[in-house]
């Protein structure tokens, strides 16, 4: 999706937002050109929203050539990966099956506990009170680097 952005301005960290947002808010569609999670969910059962950076061949190059760079490393001094968790954390996803993330390594627990730990999950206790549930639950501890 940011490769699709060049030259628009938009910030790449905008696009990718907008995109993994749309992917799971928009209305539900089975049309491969719209963003939105599976109309049929008997033929498509999961709403697989991929939250990292999309590349090229061209990209690629660049990044190895001129930054020395690699798809670990840029992913760590991007970020990317927390900026994720806060989004599902803020519950801005209203449909979401799996959560494809770069480097899982780092944030990828963060991503799984606050996913796991949303109010959907959640089950009923015997008195009929519900766990503590999605921004109840503390924010999860996030890595700012990895070696």
Not at 37 to 66: C, K, L, M
Not at 117 to 130: A, H, K, P
Not at 133 to 140: A, R, S, T, Y
């Amino acid at each position: 999706m940011c490769t699709d952005r060049k030259n628009t301005g938009m910030n790449k960290l905008s696009a990718l937002q907008e995109y993994v947002l749309a992917s799971a808010n928009n209305d539900a569609t089975d049309n491969a050109y719209e963003l939105g999670p599976p109309a049929d969910e008997s033929y498509y059962p999961f709403n697989q929203i991929q939250g990292f950076w999309q590349v090229d061949s061209t990209s690629v190059t660049i990044g190895v050539t001129h930054a020395a760079s690699t798809l670990l490393d840029d992913n760590r001094r991007s970020n990317v990966n927390a900026e994720m968790v806060q989004l599902a954390y803020d519950q801005k996803f209203t449909k979401i099956n799996l959560f494809a993330m770069d480097n899982v390594a780092l944030n990828g627990n963060a991503m799984f506990s606050v996913l796991r730990n949303g109010c959907g999950q959640s089950v009923i206790t015997e008195d009929d009170e519900y766990f503590v549930c999605g921004k109840n639950l503390v924010m999860p501890h996030m890595n700012v680097s990895q070696r």
